[in-house]
């Protein structure tokens, strides 16, 4: 198990489908058995998620998603096979989960996260920083009959993330909340990555899982279809859901052929692609006017001779083209022979809050050969500065502003 957080091996985990149940006691007495059939949730898992890692797990609804958390967390017992896991798990499975209606907010502090192991001297210690993460101060003695579903969600979150346990499973939190929370979600989940710590994570967000995770894991009808990378898995998801990449509708960005999720004639392949925050650390959220250093490795065949790097960045809500931006305009030639890298920085990312897609292509400069394009194959998020004014729109532009006025004399 080292460097193995969790281990599934043979897993299957059934449920009872009853399709004639006794509903009274002379119905019970007389009748010899309930007639129901097995459901196999899970069929023969194997999985492994490595420790510090954060994994999400994708798939349709009815897949297994839910199921297979509740077995790592240990919360169902599989039918056959093992689950081992190293270190102390938090699961946040269901927001909410030990609160009681009629308490205010802290009384429910305290009483979920004692169902979480917590002493109520731990509780004590992290109460002021649960209530700011929350954001209820003004409504910690209310009742939290009478919060808003957002405020109860908030709550909620913030005392299961206080734990600080070795491994966090979470199952649709993500979804759950206004803008600006889910928003403090991604960025909790950010560091928890810099710290080292484990996270395992069902979202129906392909964005969030490619923008969170390092990796990820299909399920489709209780089995695993692919375990790998996070783009690599959420791109063969989505062509599974939407059809053939080939064939879907592209983007022309200039400079860089339109393509579908994945398409070139193979000489160079992009290997590796990483988002590098201002900390040097691996993650997929930012701040507007932070650095942002995109690192893309890559393999070459043979020697085909310079090749130019392209990038496009768009927006994922509406699926605009922001800007792009090449090797190549640059002046900067990229011999592809062997293996390599090229590092893009932007020193102060001028992109506004919100989600963003990227578009990675590799062409020859002398034939304009496509040799791999990664189609909207990336994503990543960017959080709001706290040190710089509000400002509108998608992109940040620095401006000054001069006042004159004169006064005119009755």
Same mark, same amino acid.
């Given at each position: 198990?080292?460097?193995?957080?969790?281990?599934?091996?043979?897993?299957?985990?059934?449920?009872?489908?009853?399709?004639?149940?006794?509903?009274?006691?002379?119905?019970?007495?007389?009748?010899?058995?309930?007639?129901?059939?097995?459901?196999?949730?899970?069929?023969?898992?194997?999985?492994?998620?490595?420790?510090?890692?954060?994994?999400?797990?994708?798939?349709?609804?009815?897949?297994?998603?839910?199921?297979?958390?509740?077995?790592?967390?240990?919360?169902?017992?599989?039918?056959?096979?093992?689950?081992?896991?190293?270190?102390?798990?938090?699961?946040?499975?269901?927001? %909410?989960?030990?609160? *009681?209606?009629?308490?205010?907010?802290? =009384?429910? #502090?305290?009483?979920? +996260?004692?169902?979480? !192991?917590?002493?109520?001297?731990?509780?004590?210690?992290?109460?002021?920083?649960?209530?700011?993460?929350?954001?209820?101060?003004?409504?910690?003695?209310?009742?939290?009959?009478?919060?808003?579903?957002?405020?109860?969600?908030?709550?909620?979150?913030?005392?299961?993330?206080?734990?600080?346990?070795?491994?966090?499973?979470?199952?649709?939190?993500?979804?759950?909340?206004?803008?600006?929370?889910?928003?403090?979600?991604?960025?909790?989940?950010?560091?928890?990555?810099?710290?080292?710590?484990?996270?395992?994570?069902?979202?129906?967000?392909?964005?969030?899982?490619?923008?969170?995770?390092?990796?990820?894991?299909?399920?489709?009808?209780?089995?695993?279809?692919?375990?790998?990378?996070?783009?690599?898995?959420?791109?063969?998801?989505?062509?599974?859901?939407? %059809?053939?990449?080939? *064939?879907?509708?592209?983007?022309?960005? =200039?400079? #860089?052929?339109?393509? +579908?999720?994945?398409? !070139?004639?193979?000489?160079?392949?992009?290997?590796?692609?990483?988002?590098?925050?201002?900390?040097?650390?691996?993650?997929?959220?930012?701040?507007?006017?932070?650095?942002?250093?995109?690192?893309?490795?890559?393999?070459?065949?043979?020697?085909?001779?310079?090749?130019?790097?392209?990038?496009?960045?768009?927006?994922?809500?509406?699926?605009?083209?922001?800007?792009?931006?090449?090797?190549?305009?640059?002046?900067?030639?990229?011999?592809?022979?062997?293996?390599?890298?090229?590092?893009?920085?932007?020193?102060?990312?001028?992109?506004?809050?919100?989600?963003?897609?990227?578009?990675?292509?590799?062409?020859?400069?002398?034939?304009?050969?496509?040799?791999?394009?990664?189609?909207?194959?990336?994503?990543?998020?960017?959080?709001?500065?706290?040190?710089?004014?509000?400002?509108?729109?998608?992109?940040?532009?620095?401006?000054?502003?001069?006042?004159?006025?004169?006064?005119?004399?009755?």
């Amino acid at each position: 198990m080292s460097g193995i957080a969790i281990a599934a091996e043979g897993v299957w985990k059934s449920y009872r489908i009853y399709h004639q149940r006794s509903h009274t006691l002379k119905e019970k007495v007389l009748s010899r058995r309930n007639i129901y059939e097995h459901f196999w949730a899970l069929r023969g898992i194997d999985l492994e998620i490595a420790a510090g890692s954060t994994t999400g797990i994708i798939g349709a609804n009815g897949s297994g998603k839910s199921t297979l958390l509740k077995t790592f967390a240990g919360i169902l017992s599989p039918n056959k096979g093992t689950v081992r896991t190293e270190g102390v798990i938090s699961p946040l499975l269901e927001l %909410g989960t030990g609160f *009681h209606p009629e308490l205010t907010g802290g =009384e429910n #502090i305290y009483l979920a +996260g004692s169902l979480l !192991g917590q002493s109520r001297r731990d509780i004590k210690a992290r109460f002021d920083e649960i209530v700011d993460f929350a954001g209820v101060e003004k409504f910690i003695d209310a009742p939290v009959k009478n919060y808003s579903s957002g405020m109860y969600a908030r709550l909620a979150f913030a005392v299961a993330i206080s734990v600080e346990p070795d491994i966090l499973i979470i199952d649709e939190v993500l979804a759950v909340g206004d803008e600006e929370f889910q928003m403090k979600c991604h960025q909790r989940m950010a560091e928890f990555r810099a710290q080292g710590r484990t996270v395992v994570l069902v979202s129906h967000s392909s964005d969030a899982i490619r923008s969170l995770c390092s990796h990820a894991a299909w399920l489709s009808e209780g089995v695993v279809k692919e375990a790998g990378r996070a783009h690599d898995v959420v791109a063969s998801y989505l062509s599974s859901v939407h %059809g053939d990449p080939e *064939h879907a509708p592209a983007l022309q960005i =200039e400079g #860089i052929p339109a393509s +579908g999720t994945k398409t !070139g004639s193979g000489e160079v392949t992009i290997t590796e692609v990483s988002f590098i925050d201002r900390n040097g650390i691996s993650s997929g959220n930012f701040r507007t006017n932070e650095p942002l250093t995109l690192v893309i490795r890559y393999r070459a065949t043979g020697a085909v001779g310079n090749i130019s790097c392209g990038v496009g960045v768009f927006s994922s809500v509406n699926l605009s083209y922001l800007f792009g931006v090449s090797t190549a305009a640059a002046g900067i030639d990229v011999l592809a022979h062997g293996e390599g890298s090229v590092e893009l920085t932007i020193p102060e990312l001028p992109l506004l809050r919100g989600n963003y897609l990227v578009t990675i292509a590799l062409v020859s400069t002398e034939t304009a050969q496509s040799f791999d394009v990664h189609d909207r194959r990336y994503s990543f998020f960017v959080f709001e500065n706290p040190d710089m004014p509000p400002t509108a729109g998608m992109v940040h532009v620095p401006t000054t502003w001069k006042v004159t006025s004169s006064t005119v004399a009755a």
